[in-house]
């Protein structure tokens, strides 16, 4: 009976051993894992407001051809932009103004589903106000935005398909 306590024992002891190595191991893995995840590229809130600059002036388009499926799509690609920097960019103060940007993407979506066109274009002003107020805000007046006066590519179609 001693000497299985004995040898009970001296298993535990190995196992615990074992188990620190083990330990040791999981963190060298979690510290690698760390490092990877904190070398991962991450969008800067510039590369996302280029983003929203080109969907603004899509959505612009969409609206004034009455492609409403399209204004829709753009105004919600808008939308997916502005929470991907709540999401992302947390370190830069300039987000705590964002939702400035609300209103004016409300007043697009109701005139998106009336399909009123004079609606829009009256919420796509709003919109672009609401942006160049929160660039105010944010000391980047320097970057005014405008209702585009041009395609902004010129391989899409921006009247709806019949």
Not at 64 to 87: M, P, R
């Amino acid at each position: 009976m001693r000497t299985l306590l004995i040898l009970s024992a001296l298993f535990m002891l190995a196992a615990c051993g074992g188990q620190s190595d083990a330990t040791k191991l999981l963190q060298i893995q979690i510290d690698s894992l760390q490092k990877k995840l904190n070398d991962t590229y991450k969008p800067g809130l510039g590369e996302f407001m280029l983003g929203i600059q080109l969907h603004h002036a899509k959505l612009w388009f969409a609206g004034t051809n009455q492609n409403w499926s399209l204004a829709d799509f753009e105004v919600k690609e808008i939308g997916e932009s502005l929470d991907d920097i709540k999401k992302y960019c947390t370190d830069r103060p300039e987000v705590k103004s964002i939702s400035m940007i609300d209103p004016g993407i409300s007043s697009i979506n109701a005139a998106i589903q009336k399909k009123d066109l004079q609606l829009f274009k009256k919420g796509f002003i709003e919109l672009t106000g609401n942006c160049n107020g929160c660039h105010k805000n944010t000391q980047h007046a320097f970057n005014v935005v405008i209702i585009p006066t041009a395609l902004p590519v010129v391989n899409q179609e921006f009247k709806p398909s019949k």
